[in-house]
């Protein structure tokens, strides 16, 4: 219990000199001015004809657009496809909408796609705070959604999740009303409020979930209902933390993993993320993997939000989650949330 009574006594300001908290906490203010600054973007009326869609984003820029194709999946019947990478789906031509993500607007992968989608004839859109991408955007002539936030790329997460959710509303492929946002915003608050760094230890569930997190390899399970949040949770871990952690999906690996529960090397917990909207085979399976894993000693934290009355606002209360953790999880860690030293000395190399 040492890292308990560690953990509530810390000094926040000196362990995160550039003030991640803010960000993290922030987060609910940050969809709402998305949300409002959406409502000035217009879109070309040819977008509408577009059946076919690519969603594109490299690291933090990458998790949002994963999110939205597992919704639009959920409630539409485009073809969708997300791409992390250089290489476009062979399906891309003059009836496709490319939507690139890239917070600099300067990442190589982004660039290399947005170019060979003009070259396809696609219908091309830009999400971004600007650089080479805004200048390629002006020169093919395609619209772009700039937005400012002076963060770490995977802290502008509310932008362009919402500017994407914006994107499908204004094409009529998704509903998000002023007044139903703001309903999903108070359910947020409420759970920001919960998870803050002001909350006491023993009454901060993500506080407590890191203290049990610590110093273990991280197993994230989910089944394709979460699997978007499930790789925003592993990125958190490792940018935030600078701690290991994967991600598997059910049902799969319960056709693979579950053999290797016995050995394990090291300390590892499960996360096991469970939407109160999933089918009853896949609760069936999530009930009968948490015995297997804690029947080999293994600690399997199961997590849910009952007052969850959408998906979105489910999604959303899942991301402020995971994002809080993996906070207090690099304070326990005894890391900078905010600096990344190894991305950033691999991107020196590549130049």
Known sequence: ??????LDKIDFKKADPKQMIAH????????????LLSQNLTLPSYFIKARKIVLMGMGGSGQAPEIVKELLEESTDLIVESVHGYTLPNFVDKDTLVIVCSYSGNTEESLSIFRDAN????KLLAITTGGKLKILADKFRMPSF??????PTRASFPYQFVYLLS???????????EESFAHILDIIDKG????????????????????????????IYSSDKLLGVANRYKSQFNENSKNMAFVETLPEL?????????YPKAKVSVLS????????RIILRQNITADLVQKNKIDCERIKFIQANTRLSEILLFIIFGDFVSYYLALLNQTDPSTNKVIDSLKERLV
Not at 204 to 213: C, D, G, H, M, S
Request: with cysteine.
């Open 167 to 177: 994107v499908f509303e204004k094409l009529g492929f998704w509903e998000l009303n």
């Open 146 to 151: 700039i937005f400012s936030c002076d963060c």
């Open 1 to 6: 219990m040492g890292n308990m009574i560690t």
């Open 273 to 280: 993320l469970e939407s109160m909207y999933e089918i009853d």
């Open 24 to 35: 993290i906490e922030n987060f609910s203010i940050m969809c709402h001015d998305a949300y």
């Open 254 to 262: 319960n056709h693979m993993s579950i053999e290797g529960y016995r």
């Open 119 to 122: 070259d396809k004839g696609a």
């Open 192 to 219: 920001i409020t919960k998870f803050s760094s002001s909350s006491n230890l023993f009454e901060n569930p993500a506080k407590i979930l890191a203290e049990k997190l610590h110093d273990s390899t991280l197993l």
